[in-house]
């Protein structure tokens, strides 16, 4: 294009083809239509119009959902010295986790008898590359371990814990991907392994397979400090990096298979396993005993390396090694069949598992008696010296022990069989008796384990069989009861996991109510299941015992996915526009199989619906008459309290009930009173002539305030104690409520404070005094909160002091450290002004003491119990935030420019007094464009709310702050705390609508009026306990729910289903039980409950269903709202398929005791009904039924189901003439003999009378067709009716008549096509091997004809479409993780006249692509908003990941494109990216093969364009003003990809 259009497509719209006016019909483009299978049919040509300038398609990637497999899990010191950590990496994230042993149980099904050990996540980061290896040291000085992350192809980063901002910082980076280090090598399939010395001498990355990088670590020692001089500065912690070319120690040290460092050496020693000549198991006969090992000892002074330690013709399968722990050392080889241990100078003892290693290996082995498994897959870590522990790939749990005679010599193993548990990918120990397995195939587990010496060998016969322990009868296992309390979920009976049907879902207590069936016991079920122990005589053994404490949700691998209507929608929203949709995934594998329902928004379930006009606020208040009544009676006995409560669940329970509502409006106050049913108080102590301004309870719940604009009332129940008109000179705008305090705030920014004390006549009540803080009023306050600390993070004192005190404190009774909490905050200045500081002040809620027990210090050895302490923070207009601490007003933090944002809040109150009005005159100036602080909030939550956050809403902008400790300020009397700011994507601008306000405000009268503003309706609403989860509900134009649970991670989730919401309180009621009101903008009082079926605490709310058995494909039907689901299970395989002229028949293979057969997959397909998710009951005996009609179809052996989709065929039956079936296609393979051969399926689910009792079974499979085809079938899709199948190397198109298939068309086609998608008449193919082809069917002729193909060579492993307006891109994922954009342009030049695709864009996603989807922008029905024409056209296109991840990609326009990638670029050099890794680079095409095409590009990262929104201020006008444009711009452009992929 010329540089003139350029410029003027900036300023106007594009010119378009037909003269600029759009055709009539293109704005109403998607129709969504049942019949087509719930999928979205645009409209338009394959070839645009030739218009200039549109020959592209641009694209913004997002990640939607983090991935949640794990990889890699080291236990080290991350944060400090005092605590060790859990460090967890799975693709691109890291996350760092602490082990607590006091977690709250929430509602989740904890029993109280359950395990307390929890994770706590405690930090979590981003990488722009994927973590490749990982390991841990303690650099020398440093107060903690750093990380050592290795990256493709040749990356080294060290990162450690940055104490100051709480975030990671890079120490060093390693980058050694020269060509000359490649040896000429194109492509590079070796990982970048990291391995250090156990005593953090040196550590090595070995690269390319054949060069190993060795970083020396500085050491400190005596001659060391004394070189250096003062005036040096701090000395690097590392040496220079050296190669070795490995293959220089030995010329056959090739194919390194795995190395470690050896324990007990003076020197660094590496120990190397590697297979000089390789072989394969079909060459065992002629090559056997490829694997060696070499030592070699590392002297990094001198940089030589002298081989100490060799040994060669070891097994052939070889796959890890393991070094042993001193005092015993050395090493254990695992092979896939047998396990060797190697010591120097001590005869190598083997021993064989199973009896594949007769004739395969001539290395001496011995047969362990009692074990018949394979390692292969297996992971392994040392729990002692002398035991390991093994999770096999099948996920069965083997405590190993290493028997040693006197000397070093390993002399015999004994394998235990502990438990079977998740699929393993990577396994450390924590700190003794736990033990971490993460997994990608998953939940990842915390296990604790418990060992129990065996007093004497049991009865030999028993010891086969596996004793299943169900529920905490610990039987014959051997072990303590208690150990098995989680485990009332085991199997039932002693049958192992093959013979039990795996969709046997009806689970102990499931059966009964399933909406409530929790979600965490859904996923936690039979995550474990223990085996009694085995006999041994001679040496005494331990057996062990694990148990589930904890685990870690994945939704990963994600294989497929389907979009689906959810079962249960209240009707309030049942026609909304949007429809509301669901994502199911087929997710996990082999046992750990499972479907998870995603959905992204919450949508409560709404009890009922007052109409509510003119309401502005509102809140619930605890009436605590019965409490009285109860304490009154206490002395009488329990007898009344109980009959009291024969409803109620619990009595403390029943104190939390919201016993009063008070809405208030522009001029009066409803107060209703909430028990059996809601009713209006007429008379009552409650002020309702004006609006009010806060209602709360305070008094440990016992007593009401509520404040009016005038003053504020005490009541107790309905009646009021007293009432304190409160005259500021101007009303009271503001007010923060904590225990025993209540602050307020009049609307020129005075603040004034009252305190709930004991009647000084010894009377049992309470009243208010006032008490005015000594604070400065320079500026005038604009925002100001309350907050109760019990975390302990809140102090003055630094940690160290902290710590002597308390230990000396601690032996008080508990009564007495209650009274001593309180009487300790009281100073003298308090003393003089209120006499009597003892019973002055109000005591601290009951159930305070218990709650607060959580350490200072990080060690959980020291209980200390946490005094309350109570915190004001004041915000001003010339952007100050302080923070006082309570009663006395002492000044303890300080923040200047509050309002723009900073990453990291740091204190600068120290020697603020004296300067204050020299700050004031500087600060002036500044004034004018600092925005302002409409409200805060501080609030701890989490854990025991040992978390505390920071909510600010800044003009047009939310801002969240963690609170974390910082203790190295030399001031001796501020807060030990500093705030880091948390990224989020809420959006709080609104349309600007503000003008005519401002209008009314001049006509009103008088100047003085115009600057008295409304009482603001507080948009940070916390919450204790809706459902079990406690949080903050965020209101206003984009609400949202904010919460954390023990599990320490922040959520976000978004409720957009009931539009803008005005304001929310919580609501616990008899006939809302830990529910939630809340009122939207057509003043619709909602009273709501949060639906339990999902887990709140995950990136998206799911819904985990297991199914114990591998899925493949879920497809929806959208005539009967039901899925359809394949799955199979693994069975012995003995026979083997010979043919015999032209009949085959099956030879029985018999084996030794000691064989383990091949398994095979055995598929079967199933209809699950999302109103239980269980799978519509079946008996799986299909001889009752008709064969051809039944609820679970099952293959035959050996047949694999290759495809399976929802297909709308023509029909006669419906209006439209189409009609939605499921289509299958299967593949039978039976060896390279046989020829292979598949079925097509075609079934339709019916509608049955359902079985009494059981509603679910009104839905049935009826099979329409099912004929064997002349070769497999590999790929299925509909096209204009017709079914169109990849047949072997031909595509046929079918048409269905009389439930059988006519032939219409074929096609030749490629390799082996295993994808088919189409639109309109078109048809999208997918080679394993060459890219995709594009297919026209064309009706009158009847003619199936290529249309364009890509020539080049590509392994796709997935296709879709990308819809942008009139033009149609082909999106690819392939092997390398890209995503590929193709388009069919035949004016193009390169394209040879359309018979070759083009590649438009290009973009690497790092995860591999397997499920696609396209739904149309959200929110393009609204006419009213010009913004969405842009969007009218454009289909969002949504994949899944096998990480576990989601992302999208969304198609935008060109200027749109063009402002964003300056962004882009400017952003990649401005922010320092975590482990110094560059953004630019991790998202450039990934390609192995040497290509002749450059990248293209054109796909933005919105990831990298997210961190704009993490800027401050001033950083967004800087980068702003660098490329031209302004930051409400860009705000404006990030944030509609947001709103316009907001779907479900």
Not at 293 to 320: E, G, R, Y
Not at 1097 to 1109: Q, T
Request: charged share 25%.
């Amino acid at each position: 294009r010329d540089r003139g259009q350029h410029g003027a497509a900036l300023s106007q719209p594009l010119p378009l083809g037909n003269g600029g006016r759009w055709r009539a019909d293109s704005h109403r483009c998607f129709r969504w239509s049942a019949a087509a299978g719930g999928a979205f049919r645009p409209r338009f040509k394959l070839r645009g119009e030739a218009r200039p300038g549109i020959g592209r398609m641009y694209a913004v990637y997002r990640q939607t959902h983090p991935p949640t497999g794990i990889e890699f899990a080291i236990y080290c010191s991350f944060f400090s010295n005092t605590e060790r950590n859990l460090v967890v990496a799975g693709t691109s994230q890291l996350q760092v986790y602490r082990l607590i042993h006091d977690a709250e149980s929430t509602v989740k099904g904890d029993k109280p008898s359950g395990r307390k050990e929890k994770l706590e996540q405690m930090a979590s980061f981003s990488l722009f590359g994927n973590v490749m290896s990982i390991a841990s040291v303690q650099l020398a000085g440093s107060k903690r371990d750093a990380l050592l992350l290795s990256f493709k192809d040749a990356k080294l980063s060290v990162v450690e814990y940055d104490p100051g901002t709480h975030d990671l910082k890079t120490l060093s980076l390693h980058y050694f991907e020269e060509p000359e280090l490649k040896d000429g090598f194109v492509q590079n399939i070796h990982i970048p392994l990291v391995r250090v010395d156990p005593d953090g001498r040196c550590a090595v990355m070995l690269i390319y397979g054949t060069q190993l990088v060795v970083l020396p670590f500085r050491r400190d020692t005596l001659s060391d400090e004394q070189d250096g001089v003062m005036g040096e500065g701090q000395k690097s912690s590392f040496l220079p990096s050296y190669i070795i070319d490995v293959r220089e120690l030995d010329e056959k040290l090739l194919n390194v298979i795995d190395m470690q460092f050896l324990y007990g050496y003076y020197e660094p020693t590496l120990l190397i396993l590697f297979e000089p000549n390789q072989t394969w198991p079909g060459r065992v006969a002629v090559r056997q005993d490829t694997c060696s090992i070499v030592a070699i000892s590392l002297n990094i002074m001198q940089k030589v390396h002298p081989v100490i330690w060799s040994l060669s013709n070891l097994p052939f399968d070889c796959t890890q090694a393991l070094a042993v722990p001193k005092p015993i050392g050395g090493v254990v080889i695992f092979a896939i069949n047998s396990l060797l241990y190697l010591n120097q100078s001590v005869p190598p003892y083997g021993v064989s598992l199973n009896s594949l290693t007769n004739g395969t290996t001539s290395f001496p082995l011995r047969i362990q008696d009692g074990v018949k498994i394979m390692l292969d897959c297996a992971q392994a870590a040392f729990v002692s010296y002398d035991k390991m522990v093994i999770s096999l790939k099948g996920g069965e749990i083997y405590v190993l022990t290493l028997i040693t005679d006197g000397m070093r010599s390993v002399r015999a193993f004994h394998f235990d069989k502990a438990a079977a548990s998740v699929l393993t990918t990577c396994m450390t120990t924590l700190e003794p008796g736990f033990l971490f397995l993460g997994s990608r195939l998953g939940n990842s587990l915390l296990l604790r384990y418990t060992e129990k010496l065996q007093e004497a060998p049991m009865d030999v016969g028993k010891d086969r069989e596996k004793q299943v322990v169900e529920g905490s009868q610990g039987g014959n296992s051997g072990c303590p009861e208690d150990h098995f309390t989680t485990l009332t979920r085991c199997k039932r009976g002693t049958r192992g996991l093959e013979e039990e049907p795996p969709n046997k879902k009806k689970r102990l207590d499931l059966s009964a109510g399933w909406i409530a069936g929790d979600v965490a016991l859904l996923d936690d079920m039979d995550e474990i299941e223990v085996y009694g122990n085995e006999a041994q005589s001679g040496t005494q053994l331990a057996t062990y015992s694990f148990e589930v404490c904890d685990s870690i949700l994945n939704i990963g691998p994600c294989v497929n996915a389907s979009m689906g209507e959810p079962a249960f929608l209240s009707e309030e929203f049942q026609n909304n526009p949007e429809p509301d949709l669901e994502i199911v995934v087929c997710s996990g594998y082999g046992k750990n199989g499972a479907l998870s329902v995603l959905q992204r928004s919450i949508r409560a379930q709404v009890v009922t619906t007052f109409e509510l006009p003119g309401c502005h606020d509102m809140w619930t208040v605890i009436a605590s008459e019965k409490k009285d009544e109860v304490n009154a009676k206490d002395q009488t006995g329990e007898g009344e309290k109980a009959e009291k409560e024969t409803k109620e669940v619990s009595p403390e329970e029943d104190v939390k009930k919201h016993g009063f509502l008070i809405l208030s409006r522009e001029d009066s106050t409803m107060i209703l009173q909430t028990g059996q049913e809601i009713m209006e108080l007429d008379a009552s102590g409650f002020a309702t002539q004006g609006p009010t301004i806060f209602a709360g309870n305070i008094g440990d719940n016992k007593y009401i305030v509520q404040v009016s604009p005038l003053g504020i009332r005490l009541l107790e129940g309905v009646n009021q104690l007293h009432f304190i008109p409160v005259d500021l000179g101007s009303p009271i705008m503001h007010c923060a409520v904590c225990d025993p305090y209540v602050v307020i705030m009049s609307g020129e920014g005075q603040v004034t404070m009252f305190v709930l004390k004991r009647d000084t006549y010894g009377g049992n009540t309470h009243r208010l005094t006032m008490q005015k803080p000594q604070i400065h009023m320079l500026s005038k306050v604009i925002a100001l909160c309350a907050y109760r600390d019990i975390s302990g993070m809140f102090t003055t004192e630094s940690r160290a002091s902290i710590v002597k005190e308390d230990s000396m404190k601690g032996s008080q009774s508990e009564l007495e450290t209650m009274i001593t909490n309180i009487s300790t905050t009281v100073d003298d200045e308090e003393e003089m002004l209120y006499g009597e500081s003892g019973s002055a002040l109000f005591s601290p809620p009951k159930e305070e003491p218990s709650r607060a027990s959580v350490p200072v210090t990080e060690k959980e050895t020291s209980h200390l119990k946490m005094e309350p302490t109570n915190w004001c923070m004041l915000v001003r207009e010339n952007g100050v935030m302080e923070i006082y601490q309570l009663p006395d007003w002492r000044l303890v933090f300080l923040v200047k420019n509050f309002p723009v944002g900073q990453r990291v809040l740091v204190d600068s109150s120290s020697g603020q007094h004296m300067t204050q009005g020299e700050i004031k005159k500087e600060e002036y100036a500044r004034l004018t464009e600092m925005p302002a602080v409409r409200e805060v909030l501080l609030v701890g939550l989490g854990n025991r709310q040992t978390r505390p956050f920071l909510l600010v809403h800044v003009e047009q902008e939310l801002l969240i702050y963690e609170a974390f400790s910082y203790d190295a300020q030399q001031s001796q009397n501020n807060l030990k705390v500093r705030f880091k700011k948390v990224p989020h994507n809420i959006n709080f601008r609104e349309k600007k609508v503000k003008q005519s306000k401002k209008d009314k405000k001049v006509e009103s009268a008088s100047g003085e009026e115009q600057v008295i503003p409304k009482a603001r309706v507080a948009r940070f609403r916390f919450f204790e306990d809706i459902s079990g989860y406690s949080g903050v509900f965020i209101c206003g134009p984009s609400p949202h729910w904010l919460f954390m649970t023990s599990r320490g991670a922040l959520r976000l989730h978004p409720m957009t289903v009931d539009g803008p919401i005005e304001s929310f309180a919580p609501f616990h009621n008899v006939n809302c039980p830990k529910g939630f009101l809340y009122f939207n903008k057509q003043g619709d009082l909602r009273i709501s409950v949060l639906p339990t079926y999902l887990s709140y605490d995950a990136p998206w709310p799911v819904r985990k269903i297991p199914l114990r058995c591998t899925a493949h494909y879920v497809s929806y039907h959208v005539e009967t709202k039901v899925y359809a689901v394949t799955t199979s299970v693994t069975e012995i395989c003995n026979r083997i398929p010979k043919m015999t002229g032209e009949d085959k028949e099956f030879e029985n293979v018999e084996r030794d005791d000691r064989y383990i057969y091949p398994m095979l997959e055995k598929f079967s397909i199933q209809l699950i009904s999302p109103v239980s998710w269980e799978a519509i009951p079946n008996t799986r005996k299909l001889e009752e039924f008709d064969n051809r009609r039944g609820e679970v179809i099952d293959m035959e052996d050996w047949e694999h189901v290759t495809c399976m989709k929802t297909v709308s065929l023509r029909s006669e039956e419906t209006v439209s003439g189409l009609k939605g079936y499921i289509a299958v296609g299967t593949c039978l393979t039976q060896g390279e003999e046989v020829t292979c051969r598949g079925r097509i399926l075609i079934l339709d689910v019916i509608e049955v009378v359902p079985e009494p009792g059981q509603p679910l079974t009104k839905n049935k499979f009826k099979v329409l067709y099912e004929k064997e085809q002349k070769g497999p079938v590999t790929a299925l899709c509909n096209c204009n009716g017709y079914l169109v199948s990849a047949i072997g190397q031909k595509i046929f198109l079918w048409s269905l008549k009389d439930n059988d298939l006519t032939g219409m068309a074929f096609i030749d086609t490629q390799l082996y096509i295993h994808q088919m998608i189409s639109v309109k008449n078109f048809i999208m193919a997918a080679d394993i091997m060459k890219s995709v082809s594009i297919l026209r069917y064309q009706e009158e002729s009847k003619t199936l004809s290529l249309v364009s193909r890509d020539s080049k060579l590509l392994e796709v492993y997935s296709i879709e479409f990308m819809v942008d307006n009139s033009q149609l891109g082909f999106l690819v994922s392939d092997r390398e993780m890209n995503l590929l954009v193709y388009m069919y342009q035949p004016e193009a030049r390169e394209s040879y006249g359309g018979t070759r695709l083009l590649r438009r864009a290009d973009f690497n996603v790092a995860a591999q692509v397997n499920a696609f989807w396209r739904t149309p922008c959200r929110g393009i029905m609204d006419v009213s908003n010009k913004k969405n024409l842009a969007w009218e056209n454009k289909h969002i296109t949504w994949f899944a990941t096998l990480d576990g991840g989601m992302g999208l990609l969304l198609p935008m326009q060109e200027k749109t494109y063009r402002r964003l990638l300056m962004l882009q670029n400017a952003l990649i050099t401005m922010i320092p990216h975590h482990a110094g890794l560059n953004p630019k680079a991790f998202r450039m095409l990934h390609c192995d093969r040497r290509a002749l095409q450059n990248g293209v590009r054109n796909i933005l990262d919105g990831e990298l364009l997210n961190k704009f929104l993490y800027l401050s201020t001033m950083e967004r006008s800087e980068l702003a003003k660098k490329i031209g444009t302004t930051p409400d711009m860009i705000l404006e452009d990030v944030l509609e990809i947001d709103r316009v992929t907001a779907h479900f």
